[in-house]
């Protein structure tokens, strides 16, 4: 007996050790949670949560990755409040590089033709901020602000890093692939909150209610749930990355195209015109890309798209608020109202672009950079949330740089060198996912095809007059699609070599009559 319990004493001890850490931090985890929604409980409760799983986030941090790029869970704990993809593309890659200094055998995805250019921009970017204020987050307490925009620029470029840290084995990704496209999925939780339970406020710390949702409640077809719309459109292009067209319309599964047609009916609840027109145009995109313009199946999808025109154009206006301000773009009649939403949209932003356009000259070669004064932050705030001024620039979004024209927020914030910057990364970026797309393996060509896509509809809105928010913002969605693609295809495909044509010498050619006569 002696024995026994001289065999189970360090067993013992690790049990008493375990009780005395755990059963003190449950007994605080208890009272915190008595008051749940003080600021000091959600803090201390993150941090113990983040150290329980981070675990399984060292493990698993690639796939967390995906699934967090196009998330809208935000860690409010956290100074900032970035959104889970910026938090995982820092942990993501940091660890990463810890691995590749562990094990010399392990090197990132290179693509120099990618890495060139977003090196550039990032040194224009850095040269900015110096001739500009600097790099300040008020939050950390300096006396600038603006250093949060600096920070997702830089997040945004480093995830292109993250994301080429590794290739993917081919047997994980298609799978890798889906919790890339459909991270967005968790915005429909944001519309939820006007219909929620009370005892689930706390769901809507992490997942932040839309503003349509508040607004407009949750009222289907006539409020703007900017949320379910948004989640139906990733659901959307998971579904045309994965399947294709071909395996929707003919793969003899029709609930596929049930499926699709749902969810092509729920982005319209959002009211959103750039979503509408993205829809349709990655269907297009993807028909021509599976090469379907050579089948029979043009004259179809031609015969149902005026089938369709024929339904919508007298009944229009009889559909819900939300359909007919995403229709409002179309030569149709649809509700004023809806109409003027819309167009009130469009006429604010062409106003602030108008005040704004004089002041290209002088920041064309040093840009403005993202750095507010004290005194501008308290005009961007004042004057009923900085939308409503006299004059268009200095609006709050103007002076945050948040533009809605993405490359007027290029050059206006770091000068013509960031416009020449960026326009050398969306062609070789451009370059590298069609190649990877037309040389790629047979079995990523719809996923390939989605990802140009993705990153050719961001650089072509971003040159037309109504693309973009911020290129702060809005360099995930560049270096997203790009980093996934080069991870997916192990770099950069390239055309198989051509055959070498043979060239026979003199010798050669004397010899051939006399091997043709052995050989008689």
Same mark, same amino acid.
């Given at each position: 007996m002696d024995n026994l319990s001289a065999n189970n004493a360090p067993a013992l001890l690790k049990s008493l050790v375990i009780y005395a850490m755990v059963v003190p931090l449950a007994l605080l985890v208890g009272y915190l949670l008595t008051n749940p929604l003080t600021t000091s409980s959600l803090i201390f409760v993150g941090i113990l949560g983040f150290v329980l799983v981070f675990p399984l986030l060292a493990r698993w941090h690639y796939p967390w990755m995906l699934f967090g790029w196009s998330a809208t869970l935000i860690l409010f704990f956290i100074k900032g409040t970035p959104n889970l993809g910026q938090a995982m593309v820092a942990l993501s890659l940091s660890l990463s590089i810890l691995e590749r200094i562990l094990n010399p055998q392990r090197h990132f995805v290179r693509v120099p033709s990618v890495t060139l250019p977003l090196m550039v921009f990032l040194i224009v970017v850095l040269i900015t901020a110096k001739m500009n204020g600097g790099i300040g987050m008020h939050s950390f307490g300096s006396d600038v602000y603006g250093g949060r925009k600096y920070a997702f620029l830089f997040i945004g470029i480093a995830g292109y890093f993250a994301l080429a840290s590794r290739p993917i084995p081919p047997e994980k990704a298609k799978l890798y692939a889906s919790l890339f496209l459909l991270g967005a999925t968790t915005s429909f939780i944001g519309d939820l909150y006007p219909i929620a339970p009370s005892w689930s406020i706390i769901i809507f710390h992490? $997942?932040?209610?839309?503003?349509?949702?508040?607004?407009?409640?949750?009222?289907? !077809?006539?409020?703007?749930?900017?949320?379910? !719309?948004?989640?139906?459109?990733?659901?959307?292009?998971?579904?045309?990355?994965?399947?294709? +067209?071909?395996?929707?319309? +003919?793969? !003899?599964?029709?609930?596929?195209?049930?499926v699709l047609i749902v969810l092509g009916c729920l982005?319209?609840?959002?009211?959103?015109?750039?979503?509408?027109?993205?829809? %349709?145009?990655?269907?297009?995109?993807? *028909?021509?890309?599976?090469?379907?313009?050579?089948?029979?199946?043009?004259?179809?999808?031609?015969?149902?798209?005026?089938? %369709?025109?024929?339904?919508?154009?007298?009944?229009?206006?009889?559909?819900? *608020?939300?359909?007919?301000?995403?229709?409002? *773009?179309?030569?149709?009649?649809?509700?004023?109202?809806?109409?003027?939403?819309?167009?009130?949209?469009?006429?604010?932003?062409?106003?602030?672009?108008?005040?704004?356009?004089?002041?290209?000259?002088?920041?064309?070669?040093?840009?403005?950079?993202?750095?507010?004064?004290?005194?501008?932050?308290?005009?961007?705030?004042? %004057?009923?949330?900085? *939308?409503?001024?006299?004059?268009?620039?200095?609006? !709050?979004?103007? +002076?945050?740089?948040?533009?809605?024209?993405?490359?007027?927020?290029?050059?206006?914030?770091?000068?013509?060198?960031?416009v020449v910057a960026i326009l050398w990364f969306m /062609?070789?970026?451009?370059?590298?996912?069609? /190649?990877?797309?037309? &040389?790629?393996?047979?079995?990523?060509?719809?996923?390939?095809?989605?990802?140009?896509?993705? $990153?050719?509809?961001?650089?072509?809105? /971003?040159?037309?007059?109504?693309?973009?928010?911020?290129?702060?913002?809005?360099?995930? &969605? $560049?270096?997203?699609? +790009?980093g996934l693609s080069v991870a997916l295809n192990h770099g950069m495909c390239r055309p198989p070599p051509k055959p070498t044509p043979m060239v026979e010498t003199p010798g050669q050619r004397r010899l051939v009559p006399v091997l043709q006569a052995f050989q008689q």
């Open positions: 992490f $997942f932040p209610p839309s503003a349509g949702a508040i607004q407009g409640g949750f009222d289907l !077809g006539e409020a703007r749930l900017a949320g379910i !719309g948004s989640a139906a459109g990733a659901v959307y292009l998971w579904m045309l990355a994965r399947y294709g +067209l071909r395996g929707i319309f +003919l793969g !003899g599964k029709p609930w596929r195209l049930v982005i319209f609840l959002g009211g959103f015109r750039s979503a509408i027109f993205a829809a %349709g145009l990655s269907f297009i995109f993807m *028909f021509f890309a599976e090469g379907l313009y050579r089948t029979r199946m043009l004259g179809i999808f031609i015969l149902i798209a005026l089938f %369709g025109a024929t339904l919508i154009v007298p009944l229009a206006d009889k559909l819900p *608020f939300t359909f007919q301000r995403a229709l409002s *773009f179309l030569p149709i009649h649809v509700d004023p109202l809806a109409k003027e939403s819309a167009e009130a949209s469009t006429n604010w932003r062409i106003q602030m672009w108008t005040a704004l356009l004089p002041q290209i000259p002088p920041h064309l070669l040093v840009g403005k950079g993202y750095a507010i004064s004290p005194e501008d932050y308290d005009q961007m705030m004042g %004057g009923g949330m900085g *939308f409503q001024t006299i004059d268009a620039a200095d609006q !709050g979004l103007a +002076l945050a740089g948040d533009y809605h024209n993405g490359m007027l927020s290029v050059v206006l914030c770091f000068g013509a060198w960031g /062609y070789a970026g451009l370059k590298v996912l069609y /190649y990877n797309w037309k &040389y790629g393996r047979p079995e990523l060509s719809t996923i390939n095809a989605m990802l140009l896509f993705m $990153f050719f509809n961001e650089a072509a809105s /971003y040159l037309s007059c109504f693309g973009g928010l911020s290129i702060a913002t809005d360099m995930m &969605y $560049f270096t997203g699609p +790009l």
